[in-house]
């Protein structure tokens, strides 16, 4: 019923997003998604990774009997696209398998099988879908909101040192080596999620079942939250208020100056500020930030070598997104608050809302909300003053990782319950 009911909800959600894409004039998710069953798709290692989380559920001969017939028909479609001097790109073969193992499911299968099956080919598409309705999502948040609170961010941002503008001259003199490097990282930031995720998710075929919490989940309720910030606090980023733009898009008449990553901006008397309807105000929080932090939490119970992978990317993502100025130093600390807090909320949500839980989720969300509140009213007081906000800062966040510690530290060695005392023997009635 759960499984059912989000997938009503996702269906109703990208529905929505549709016809609000339509009244723009643009295609939305579902008609994006659509159009990759048989044009090029955007994202080919996406697809891929979607099909390779729907192959959990299969044993290991049904899994290279599907990934061949996915490289077997990207294969074909790729040779027909350059042929007839289309746009050549792959992913398709891999859509196509998720597809063609929801037919087999409903034809094929029956009982559990079946149900299991589905599960499998659900959370394929619902990473598919949250790429999509992402997307959607950013363009309605630069159609609906073209006005900006950059200037509160770059503001507050002094108190941390403006790490955007540090960063950003760290990268501009690694040269293309190191500007690709970090581009490689921030882009492919779904497909490590998916390694963890397959990681953690490798015994569903052999149990045939799926574990009570996994990273997918997390992954997907950031991804579903985050966006819904964005409308209250729409921030573009630094490269865009400040700069010339990101790779070539623009922008750069819209920009306040043109001061990253070279020169400070002011912090007084920050105001909003109008700017272009394309450019996504998708700042606050740093949702790549929260994506890296929920990658690194699932990766300390994963072998060492996935445990050094999931702390590189997130110091790796950490650098993207503040060297390339798509995100303040400020977007950072909120988005580990706001990650820790989603985090909680659906552990506590597995174990029946307990105490300890509940109280955490309260913490991680009252400093979530203290934080846009302090960026939006208090910024040149923590311009002012960066001996106190910034440190303050840092240890707001600091509580929220340190309870999230000590809860589950908690939870995990108090997870088994205590055994039953034995009963005592009653005395026979007469």
Not at 136 to 143: D, E, F, G, M, Y
Not at 171 to 196: K, N, Q, S, W
Not at 254 to 277: I, K
């Amino acid at each position: 019923m759960l499984w059912t009911a989000a997938a009503v909800a996702v269906l109703g959600f990208m529905v929505a997003l549709e016809i609000a894409a339509r009244h723009y004039g643009v295609p939305g998710p579902i008609t994006n998604q659509a159009r990759e069953v048989v044009f090029a798709p955007a994202s080919g290692p996406l697809l891929y990774a979607s099909m390779a989380l729907m192959m959990v559920v299969l044993t290991w001969r049904q899994r290279f009997v599907a990934a061949g017939v996915a490289v077997g028909i990207d294969v074909v479609l790729v040779l027909v696209r350059w042929a007839a001097g289309a746009e050549v790109n792959y992913g398709n073969g891999a859509l196509w398998v998720i597809l063609g193992h929801a037919v087999l499911a409903l034809t094929r299968r029956t009982g559990r099988e079946r149900v299991l099956l589905l599960k499998g080919v659900g959370l394929g598409l619902l990473l598919v879908a949250g790429r999509k309705t992402g997307d959607t999502w950013l363009l309605i948040t630069s159609k609906t909101r073209p006005m900006v609170l950059d200037q509160y961010l770059a503001s507050a941002d002094h108190a941390l040192g403006n790490p955007s503008w540090v960063a950003g001259r760290i990268v501009e003199a690694t040269g293309p080596v190191g500007h690709h490097v970090l581009d490689f990282v921030y882009v492919m930031l779904p497909v490590a999620a998916v390694v963890i995720a397959v990681w953690q998710l490798r015994g569903v075929a052999a149990e045939r079942r799926f574990p009570r919490h996994h990273l997918v989940r997390t992954f997907l309720a950031v991804g579903l939250l985050g966006p819904a910030v964005y409308m209250v606090f729409p921030v573009v980023g630094p490269i865009f208020a400040y700069g010339d733009g990101a790779w070539g898009t623009g922008g750069g008449e819209w920009a306040l100056a043109h001061l990253w990553p070279h020169t400070l901006p002011s912090a007084g008397a920050p105001q909003h500020m109008p700017y272009d309807e394309f450019t996504p105000r998708n700042c606050m929080p740093s949702l790549h930030t929260a994506w890296s932090v929920v990658i690194f939490i699932h990766s300390r119970t994963a072998p060492r070598a996935l445990r050094w992978a999931g702390t590189a990317w997130l110091v790796a993502t950490l650098s993207a997104t503040l060297g390339f100025g798509y995100h303040y130093g400020v977007d950072l600390v909120a988005g580990v608050v706001f990650a820790y807090t989603v985090e909680a909320a659906l552990r506590t949500f597995d174990r029946g809302l307990d105490w300890p839980g509940i109280r955490l989720v309260a913490h991680g969300t009252a400093v979530f909300a203290a934080l846009l509140l302090a960026y939006r009213y208090l910024p040149v007081e923590m311009a002012a003053r960066p001996w106190a906000a910034g440190p303050l800062l840092l240890l707001a966040m600091a509580s929220v990782v340190h309870g999230y510690l000590r809860t589950t530290r908690l939870w995990d060695t108090g997870a088994a319950p205590a055994p039953a005392p034995p009963a005592r023997p009653q005395p026979e009635l007469v």
